[in-house]
C-alpha cells in the first residue's frame, strides 16, 4: 500500500452516532490517546497492532473491534503495507459506563453477523441516505454488541406484533415527507427499535424504511405526473435533493424521474 493517508469524515444525521470516519494509511502510527465516545472499528485490509489500557492486541478483517470512552489505546499497522479502515464513533449512551471494563478485557468480536451488520450501517450512512435506514441498522448493531459483552448472544425469536407494527405504517403514511425517528416511535409505543423494526417487517413483509421509500416513490410519481418538475419533487415528497431521488427511482423503475416525466 503506497501513497499518502487518506481519509474522509463527517458527521451522520443519526442519533447516538457522532462521527464516521474511513481511512487508509500507508504507513501512520497512532500515539496513545482516549476518546469520548464508543470506537467501532472495521479494518479491511492489512492489520493493526494496538494497545488498550497497557495490554496488547490485534485487529484485523476477523474480527470487529470496539475500544470504550475514556480509556487510552494507539495504533499502527501490523503489516509495511499499511492498513484500511471503517469507524464509526458511538455516544456513549449507546452501550452504557457499565459495559466498558468488559470491552476493556475483550475489545474484539469473531463475529460473522455482527460484522455484516456494521458494514451495512457504514453503506446505509453515505452523505444524502436515508435516516431511517440507517437508525434501523444501528439498532440492530448496538443490540448484538450488548449481547457480545454481556456474553449473551443468541438468535432473536420471532416477533409478532400487529398492534405495533400497524401502529407504526399508520406513522409513516402520516409523516411521509417529515420521516419518523426509530427511537422516538419505539417509545411512543413502548417498544425497543429492534422490536418495532422486526414486528413491521414480520407482519407487513418488508422492513420500515424500505415501506417508506416506497410509499415517497409512489408520491413523487404522482407529483410527476401532475407536471411538477422533478427538482421540486424530490423535496416535496420527502427525499434529500434530486439525486436522492433518482437513485431510488432507477431502483425502482429502472429510469429517471425526469424520463418518466416526459412519457406523460
Do not use: N
Not at 441498522?137 to 448496538?142: D, N, P, T
Not at 449481547?147 to 409523516?175: F, I
Amino acid at each position: 500500500m503506497t501513497g499518502p493517508a487518506e481519509v474522509v469524515a463527517w458527521r451522520p444525521r443519526v442519533p447516538g452516532l457522532t462521527e464516521v470516519l474511513h481511512a487508509r494509511f500507508p504507513d501512520h502510527a497512532y500515539p496513545s490517546h482516549t476518546h469520548d465516545a464508543w470506537t467501532l472499528l472495521l479494518v479491511d485490509d492489512g492489520a493493526v497492532r494496538y494497545d488498550l489500557d497497557r495490554h496488547a492486541h490485534g485487529a484485523s478483517r476477523a474480527v470487529v473491534t470496539l475500544l470504550p470512552p475514556g480509556v487510552p489505546h494507539d495504533g499502527r499497522s501490523e503489516l509495511p503495507t499499511g492498513f484500511r479502515k471503517r469507524v464509526l464513533y458511538l455516544e456513549p449512551e449507546a452501550l452504557g459506563a457499565e459495559r466498558v471494563g468488559r470491552a476493556v478485557d475483550r475489545p474484539e468480536f469473531a463475529d460473522d453477523v455482527l460484522r455484516d451488520r456494521v458494514s451495512r450501517l457504514h453503506a446505509a450512512l453515505t452523505p444524502h441516505s436515508e435516516d431511517l435506514e440507517a437508525q434501523s441498522r444501528l439498532a440492530f448493531v448496538i443490540e448484538r454488541l450488548g449481547q457480545q459483552l454481556d456474553r449473551v448472544v443468541a438468535p432473536p425469536g420471532t416477533v409478532r406484533d400487529s398492534r405495533v407494527a400497524d401502529a407504526l405504517r399508520e406513522l409513516l403514511d402520516a409523516r411521509l415527507v417529515e420521516g419518523v425517528d426509530l427511537g422516538v416511535a419505539a417509545g411512543r409505543f413502548g417498544v425497543t427499535p429492534t422490536h418495532l423494526v422486526r414486528a413491521f417487517t414480520r407482519r407487513h413483509g418488508l422492513p420500515p424504511h424500505r415501506y417508506l421509500t416506497g410509499r415517497r416513490i409512489d408520491l413523487a410519481r404522482r407529483l410527476l405526473l401532475d407536471g411538477v418538475p422533478a427538482a421540486q419533487v424530490a423535496t416535496a415528497a420527502g427525499f434529500y435533493d434530486q439525486a436522492h431521488l433518482t437513485r431510488h427511482f432507477r431502483r425502482m423503475l429502472a429510469t429517471t424521474p425526469a424520463a418518466y416525466a416526459r412519457s406523460a
